[in-house]
Nanobody
Framework: QVQLVESGGGLVQAGGSLRLSCAAS????????MDWYRQAPGKQRELVAG???????NYADSVKGRFTISRDNAKNTVYLQMNSLKCEDTAVYYC???????????WGRGTQVTVSS
């Protein structure tokens, strides 16, 4: 069993920065692909950024150039550095560990990010 715990959310003014962390613990026997998702009230959950076990990254067009996903495998931690934040970035941000063949996917409980104008 794997547990994912997000931290670093909070209130920030537009144009500001925030760094989210996702700490993984439990029965981790391999380095897996990880993602950050977000969901605003009344809206669909969307993929924000992803990082593979080998370090390849991808970003939603809406955050490209502003957000950076990274990982520290020694610490079993994934980060999301968010710069130039906009009001539209306001959402609950979730950490996600992708499933492997005949395995399970895992989700954190989320951390709130609120960007004020």
């Amino acid at each position: 069993q794997v547990q994912l715990v997000e931290s670093g959310g909070g209130l920030v003014q537009a144009g500001g920065s925030l760094r989210l962390s996702c700490a993984a613990s439990g029965s981790i026997f391999s380095i897996r692909d990880m993602d950050w998702y977000r969901q605003a009230p009344g809206k669909q959950r969307e993929l924000v950024a992803g990082i593979t076990a080998t370090g390849s990254t991808n970003y939603a067009d809406s955050v490209k150039g502003r957000f950076t996903i990274s990982r520290d495998n020694a610490k079993n931690t994934v980060y999301l550095q968010m710069n130039s934040l906009k009001c539209e970035d306001t959402a609950v941000y979730y950490c996600h560990m992708r499933a492997i063949f005949r395995g399970n996917e895992y989700w954190g409980r989320g951390t709130q990010v609120t960007v004020s104008s």
